[in-house]
């Protein structure tokens, strides 16, 4: 039972280069979050899934887009990277009372 | 989901217990109060939650005032590896129905020799 694996841990980019953050969970749990966390900040919102076939919009959407694979596989796609989405992204699942969070995805756009 | 309002920061000395607290004022009756913790850059990890009666597991107590307004998280003996940052949340209970949490900037807490 590995929870919540997020790939890859580490990513540069290039501004305009595209690229899709990986997560999966193990857990059976129905909805998953995508987050990004800035230097010194909490963590933001970026789209949630509540389950298998539905995507919503969270605080920060504009410039990524998700698809919910199946109900183990949410993927987070930035489509033409910019220097304002250097951040830590964070994937997480849920059921009932409580969220589980990956460990991460550090990603640098230069 | 109400807002809530924590300090930035704190100290502790390791052995002693830690106070975090947290306002949540506009908390409506069906939010409970989630507390989680971030050590260094890892995923945040839940510790515990509450709706009015205060709770205690492995890792912490919370007590929540009567009118809800607040709470305070304690860590009865802090170690050097609670030294983290934690954030305090108001939400209703199911995150299941795909529901929006906001974590805010949390409260540092730097535990020391």
């Known amino acids: 039972n590995a929870g919540v694996t997020q790939t890859p841990k580490f990513q540069v980019l290039k501004t305009g280069q595209s690229m899709t953050l990986q997560c999966a969970q193990d857990m059976n749990h129905n909805s998953m979050y995508w987050y990004r966390q800035d230097p010194g900040m909490g963590l933001r919102l970026i789209y949630y899934?509540?389950?298998?076939?539905?995507?919503d919009k969270g605080e920060v959407p504009n410039g990524y887009n998700v698809s919910r694979l199946n109900k183990r596989e949410f993927s987070l796609r930035l489509e033409s990277a910019a220097p304002s989405q250097t951040s830590v992204y964070f994937c997480?699942?849920?059921?009932?009372?409580?969220?589980?969070f990956g460990q991460g995805t550090r990603l640098t756009v230069v | 989901d109400a807002k809530t309002t924590q300090p930035p920061s704190m100290d502790c000395a390791e052995g002693r217990a830690a106070n975090l607290p947290c306002n949540h004022s506009?908390?409506?009756?069906?939010?409970?109060v989630y507390w989680y913790r971030q050590i260094h850059s890892q995923g945040p990890q839940y510790i515990i939650h509450g709706l009015k009666n205060n709770e205690t597991n492995e890792m912490a107590s919370l007590i929540i005032t009567e009118d809800r307004k607040s709470s305070t998280l304690i860590l009865p003996h802090a170690t050097l590896r609670d030294t983290a940052v934690y954030y305090c949340i108001v939400r209703v209970a199911n995150w299941a129905g795909g529901f929006k949490t906001i974590f805010g900037a949390g409260t540092r807490l730097f535990v020391k020799a």
């Open positions: 899934s509540a389950s298998e076939g539905t995507t």
């Open positions: 997480a699942s849920s059921v009932n009372t409580e969220a589980f």
């Open positions: 506009t908390i409506s009756g069906n939010e409970y």
